[in-house]
C-alpha cells in the first residue's frame, strides 16, 4: 500500500491549480488570482472590484456580476474568501455581510468549492505571524509573487488569502497521505479535512 | 395639461403588477407573491425558504438559486425585502447580512428592482401601527388577502413588505400626479419618488 499512498499523495500535493481569493467590501472588493503547482506559486492577476454610487441592491448586482466574471475569465479550480471583521458600528457590519454574500454567491454561481481564512490565518500564512501590519502584507505579497511593485492593500489581502489557501491545500494533502483515526484515509472537502 | 396628467396618474395608478416580497433570514428566508390592481390586492404564493445544514457557501447558494426561482415562477414586476434589525450579537448580524446580500442578488439576477422597508414601514402599512405584534401583522395580512386562515411568521413578513410596497405605490402614483418643486413632474424610481 506505502507506494500507492505516496503516489497519490505526490499527485495531489504536485497538482496545478488556479486559486481566486477574494477580500469582500461594499466599496471595493479586493481579487488575486494565482497558479500553484507543488510549492511554486505563480501570479496571473489581482485588481479590484468598485460597486460604484448606485442604491444598495445595484452595488451587491455589481459585486455579483464581476466576481462571476472573474470566475469565467480565470476558470479557477477554487476559491477562498477572507473572513470579515465585525466592525464596531452595527450598521457597517450588515452592509460588509451583504456585500460579501454577494461576492460568495458570485463564486458559486460556478460551483467553485468556497474556502474561508480569518485575517489571522492569511497574515500568518503569508509573513509568518498573525499580527503582522497592512504593509509587512504587501511587500511579503510581492516576494512571494515576484511582484515587479507592491500591489494596493486591497488586491495583496486577496493574493493573500489565495496564498493561505495555496499552503493549507500543500499542508493538508501532506496530511491526507496518512491514515485517519477511522483507519480509513483523510480526504478534503472544501479546504477541509474530512476523515 | 390636467387632463393628460390625470390619464396617466389613471394608468399607473390602475396597472396590475405583481410584486414579490422577501423577508431574509439565514435558516428561513419568507417570501411572499402579490397581485395589486388599484387598490385591490389578491394573493397569488407564499412560503419559505429553508437553506439547510451545509456550509456558509452552499447555503447563501441555496437562497441565492431558490430567489431566483421564484422571480422565473411568479414573474413579478417589482421586488421588496425587509430591511433587517441590527442584531445584538454582531456575528448574527454578520451572518444575516450575508444571507439578505444573497436574496438580493436572487432578486437582481431577474434584473427586478428592488424596494427596501424597515419592519416599522411594514407593520404601519399592515396594520396602522409601526408597533403591532407579530401575531397582529399574520391576523391583517390574512385579513387583507383574505386568506381561508394565518400564514406562518415568515410568510406573513415576506406578504407584509409585499403589501407595503403596494400602498407606497399607491401613494406614490397619486404623488405623481402633481408637479414637483423643480416645476417638472415627479417620477418612482426603485420605489422612491425623485423630482
Known amino acids: 500500500?506505502?507506494?500507492?499512498?505516496?503516489?497519490?499523495?505526490?499527485t495531489a500535493y504536485n497538482q496545478a491549480m488556479i486559486i481566486l481569493g477574494i477580500d469582500p467590501g461594499l466599496r471595493t472588493t479586493g481579487f488575486g488570482v494565482i497558479h500553484k503547482q507543488g510549492t511554486k506559486l505563480r501570479y496571473i492577476a489581482s485588481g479590484t472590484i468598485k460597486s460604484g454610487e448606485g442604491d444598495l441592491p445595484t452595488r451587491l448586482k455589481v459585486i455579483l456580476d464581476s466576481v462571476a466574471e472573474l470566475t469565467v475569465t480565470y476558470q479557477p479550480d477554487c476559491a477562498a474568501i477572507e473572513k470579515v471583521f465585525v466592525n464596531v458600528n452595527p450598521q457597517s457590519t450588515l452592509l460588509l455581510g451583504q456585500a460579501r454574500g454577494a461576492a460568495i454567491c458570485g463564486l458559486m454561481s460556478a460551483t467553485l468549492t468556497v474556502a474561508e481564512y480569518s485575517p489571522t490565518q492569511i497574515k500568518q500564512a503569508v509573513t509568518g505571524t498573525g499580527k503582522a501590519a497592512k504593509e509587512q502584507v504587501q511587500d511579503m505579497v510581492a516576494r512571494l509573487l515576484a511582484l515587479p511593485g507592491l500591489p494596493g492593500s486591497d488586491a495583496a489581502d486577496a493574493l493573500g488569502v489565495a496564498i493561505c489557501h495555496a499552503n493549507a491545500q500543500g499542508a493538508l494533502?501532506?496530511?491526507?497521505?496518512?491514515?485517519g483515526p477511522s483507519g480509513f484515509a483523510l480526504h478534503m472537502k472544501r479546504g477541509r479535512l474530512v476523515g
Open 173 to 179: 494533502a501532506a496530511i491526507a497521505s496518512t491514515a
Open 1 to 10: 500500500m506505502a507506494p500507492a499512498i505516496a503516489g497519490a499523495f505526490f
